[in-house]
């Protein structure tokens, strides 16, 4: 596997549960905006929203039409 939890695979080249379950747990606690252990509708399109943005900011600004 080629990704890891924060401190990558172990030497096996396996992750633990733990570490596979980390990066959905952080996004849910980024989407929990008021902290109360659940993600509204709301909640998910400010999310959602958010990691477009983001998505935008790396990508640049789009091509130029061509003629």
Known sequence: MKHGGPDGPGKD??????????????????ADANKDGKVTAEEMKAARQTMRDGWKDRKGPPPPPAN
Not at 13 to 30: N, Y
């Open 13 to 30: 080249g396996a992750i633990t549960k733990a570490d596979f379950m980390a990066r959905p747990l952080a996004l849910f606690d980024k």
